[in-house]
């Protein structure tokens, strides 16, 4: 877009030339002013048909290209790589500007101006309306090969893009470095590509192997905490087997049994049997977590 032509309208002014007509003679006067016919040079009159063709726009043969490459981006890719400039790069690029031109560009070069001329039912009449056309249209209409690229930014790509299509035909040195050149590049972003894979595959067996570290260490944290629950349990097995009945009903069960009795005598439940159950559940699970806090606090 930043290049010319631009449109259908500019490829006409760049690739046609129109002759630009003689001055007409100033007319000669006798001595009493009557004008003085002149002879043709040559002694012959010239043919309206012949003077028609040597003053008509003239194609430029000499500077047209053999092909055409396009590149295409989108509104807002162009718009970021612009911002992205140095202050000192962007002397025309500023938002406003840049919007603007992308504008006409895309109004110049809108598929929809096809289906206008191509809808249009006095097509090919000599009074015909003349319709505005998009650039593409130019090429064509001179049996021009035409090949579009949607560039996203990867200039290495673009470039090798250019080439194959440009090389189909036979090479030519005057656009590019050379295949050794090219071939160097290549090979210097495939060892690039390599080793960023290469890091990201380290990277990724480092995150996992830490995840595998983790749950590792919070299985055996698991593990450690339940020993501790059961030599916890064994302990207090061991210390009730050493003493008798009686003695292990009174230091165990007389004193829950009677709070919660006391307890059913002061609610008064329905079903009195089951209250007290769930009264000493209840306390069961209470003492566990006094207990478990204080071999923790220990």
Same mark, same amino acid.
């Given at each position: ?82 911002? !992205?400039? #140095?202050?000192?790069?962007?002397? =025309?690029? /500023? %938002? $406003?500007?840049? @919007? ?92 690039? !590509?390599? #080793?960023?894979?290469?890091?990201? =595959?380290? /990277? %990724? $067996?480092?995150? @996992? ?90």
């Amino acid at each position: 877009m930043d290049g010319y032509p631009i449109c259908y309208t500019t490829c006409n002014e760049v690739f046609y030339i129109t002759p630009e007509k003689p001055a007409p003679k100033p007319k000669k006067v006798d001595e009493e002013g009557n004008e003085i016919a002149e002879e043709e040079e040559g002694g012959e009159e010239v043919d309206p048909e012949e003077l028609a063709k040597k003053y008509a726009p003239k194609f430029q043969s000499h500077i047209y290209p053999d092909s055409v490459i396009l590149l295409r981006g989108k509104d807002a890719f162009l718009m970021k790589r612009a911002s !992205e400039l #140095k202050e000192e790069d962007n002397k =025309k690029w /500023d %938002a $406003e500007n840049l @919007a603007r031109r992308i504008r006409c560009y895309n109004e110049a070069n809108a598929v929809d101006l096809f289906k206008k001329a191509n809808n249009d039912p006095m097509l090919g009449h000599p009074k015909a309306q003349v319709h505005r056309l998009p650039m593409l249209r130019f090429f064509q209409e001179n049996k021009t090969e035409v090949f579009e690229i949607k560039f996203d930014g990867n200039t290495f790509e673009m470039f090798e893009s250019m080439r194959v299509y440009i090389e189909r035909n036979g090479r030519s040195y005057n656009y590019l470095p050379s295949v050794r050149v090219l071939n160097v590049k290549r090979e210097e972003e495939l060892v690039k !590509e390599e #080793k960023n894979a290469k890091a990201e =595959k380290a /990277d %990724a $067996e480092a995150g @996992a192997k830490t995840k595998s570290e983790a749950e590792k260490s919070a299985l055996e944290k698991l593990q450690d905490g339940r020993l501790e629950s059961i030599k916890c349990h064994m302990e207090e097995l061991e210390s009730t087997s050493t003493l008798n009945m009686r003695q292990f009903l009174m230091k165990q069960i007389i004193p829950v049994l009677t709070e919660g009795m006391i307890d059913v005598y002061r609610v008064g439940p329905t079903d009195p049997v089951d209250y007290l159950a769930d009264y000493i559940f209840q306390k069961s699970n209470a003492q566990r977590k006094q207990v478990k806090t204080k071999k923790n606090a220990q």
